[in-house]
């Protein structure tokens, strides 16, 4: 029932939202949302915003949430029937707000469902995926996840010079 319910949820960037771009050593909370856990690659994003705090969010297969403090992650199970969030660990990446959160996640229904639950001011994804009307920012596709850094970098640094803050 859960499934039925998530799949035809009605998943649409909310378009009130202005995107805010910032410096790279401005941003302070950033999170990558992938399809697997993505945290060995902390201190290579670190290197990248030096002042920000690094999030993971990614599914995972087992029921059990056994990640440690700053690497989240979701199951239909974290779900009540109707769609709301039971897992507190869960409510409380919902309910934080990111400057930025890169999404490398592939256009999954659940996947879909947590994503545009999220609370942020700057989101980035690859061109590469189907979800390109929710990303402020489109970064081309990639060989992998640190060239794909790497041009989020490049965009931003040139995006940025021309007065954002």
């Given at each position: 029932?859960?499934?039925?319910?998530?799949?035809?949820?009605?998943?649409?960037?909310r378009l009130e939202r202005k995107p805010?771009?910032?410096?790279?050593?401005?941003?302070?909370?950033?999170?990558?949302?992938?399809?697997?856990?993505?945290?060995?690659?902390?201190?290579?994003?670190?290197?990248?915003?030096?002042?920000?705090?690094?999030?993971?969010?990614?599914?995972?297969?087992?029921?059990?949430?056994?990640?440690?403090?700053?690497?989240?992650?979701?199951?239909?199970?974290?779900?009540?029937?109707?769609?709301?969030v039971k897992n507190d660990k869960l409510?409380?990446?919902?309910?934080?707000?990111?400057?930025?959160?890169?999404?490398?996640?592939?256009?999954?229904?659940?996947?879909?469902?947590?994503?545009?639950?999220?609370?942020?001011?700057?989101?980035?994804?690859?061109?590469?995926?189907?979800?390109?009307?929710?990303?402020?920012?489109?970064?081309p596709e990639a060989k992998n996840d640190?060239?794909?850094?790497?041009?989020?970098?490049?965009?931003?640094?040139?995006?940025?010079?021309?007065?954002?803050?």
């Open positions: 029932m859960k499934k039925i319910i998530i799949n035809q949820a009605k998943i649409k960037k805010i771009l910032r410096k790279l050593d401005v941003y302070r909370e950033v999170l990558v949302v992938a399809d697997e856990d993505k945290s060995q690659l902390e201190s290579f994003i670190n290197a990248i915003f030096p002042r920000a705090k690094i999030y993971f969010l990614f599914p995972r297969n087992e029921k059990e949430d056994q990640t440690k403090t700053d690497v989240f992650s979701y199951h239909i199970s974290d779900l009540n029937l109707t769609g709301k409510k409380k990446v919902l309910d934080n707000r990111f400057d930025l959160v890169v999404d490398l996640s592939k256009n999954l229904p659940l996947n879909n469902f947590i994503l545009a639950r999220l609370n942020h001011t700057f989101m980035v994804g690859s061109a590469s995926n189907n979800k390109s009307l929710w990303y402020d920012l489109i970064i640190k060239e794909l850094f790497e041009h989020i970098k490049t965009q931003i640094n040139l995006l940025s010079q021309n007065g954002a803050k």
